[in-house]
T-cell receptor, first 111, second 112 residues
Framework: GQQLNQSPQSMFIQEGEDVSMNCTSS?????WLWYKQEPGEGPVLLIA?????ELTSNGRLTAQFGITRKDSFLNISASIPSDVGIYFC???????????FGTGTRLTIIP | NAGVTQTPKFRVLKTGQSMTLLCAQD?????MYWYRQDPGMGLRLIHY???????AKGEVPDGYNVSRLKKQNFLLGLESAAPSQTSVYFC???????????FGDGTRLSIL
């Protein structure tokens, strides 16, 4: 089956720093999604990308759908304490109900 | 404004016991899903449903059964719980195929 490699697995940054994480696949996807999960809660959708090359922002978050359709990137600018959590990428193909999830990037902000 | 609601939030079972997890969504979504989340393994699809009265197997269906008798509800059953089924279970729903899925807050299940 399809595999999504997400990196880095964890990040320790100081408040105010920018964050970059990425997700790569062995095969193409038609849709890329980025979710955030906080302790004790379910994943919450942050950004959805539907077109190769698409760059979409949601506040301080910016995500890009890679040209090859095999990767996606998420950037967070000027991190704040509430950005702490686990960020998951997920891929979806047309006509397929099944999301394929990455293993997550755990973001920790050092005071 | 409930979205996807899962009950119960926590449960401890003994090996061999059975139980049912309930998922309810109030968004009139056609598609519903059950995932399990284990440390270091991300979310894995157990079963899903593309509409009322339908179910299909996901990536890790063994040991679980599901039913979708009403459009808004999707039930996950464990007939004979095993310690390997200790996990956090998430339900999700989406309006249409290939649309983003919206998740509940999870059910933490421990099997002793």
């Amino acid at each position: 089956g399809q595999q999504l490699n997400q990196s880095p697995q964890s990040m320790f940054i100081q408040e105010g720093e920018d964050v970059s994480m990425n997700c790569t696949s062995s095969s193409i996807f038609n849709t890329w999604l980025w979710y955030k999960q906080e302790p004790g809660e379910g994943p919450v959708l942050l950004i959805a990308l539907y077109k190769a090359g698409e760059l979409t922002s949601n506040g301080r978050l910016t995500a890009q759908f890679g040209i090859t359709r095999k990767d996606s990137f998420l950037n967070i600018s000027a991190s704040i304490p509430s950005d702490v959590g686990i960020y998951f990428c997920a891929g979806l193909n047309f006509g397929n109900e099944k999301l394929t999830f990455g293993t997550g990037t755990r973001l920790t902000i050092i005071p | 404004n409930a979205g996807v609601t899962q009950t119960p939030k926590f449960r401890v079972l003994k090996t061999g016991q059975s139980m049912t997890l309930l998922c309810a969504q109030d968004m009139n979504h056609e598609y519903m899903y059950w995932y399990r989340q284990d440390p270091g393994m991300g979310l894995r699809l157990i079963h899903y449903s593309v509409g009322e009265g339908t179910t299909a197997k996901g990536e890790v269906p063994d040991g679980y059964n599901v039913s979708r008798l009403k459009k808004q509800n999707f039930l996950l059953g464990l007939e004979s719980a095993a310690p390997s089924q200790t996990s956090v279970y998430f339900c999700a729903s989406s309006l249409l195929r290939s649309q983003p899925q919206h998740f509940g807050d999870g059910t933490r299940l421990s099997i002793l």
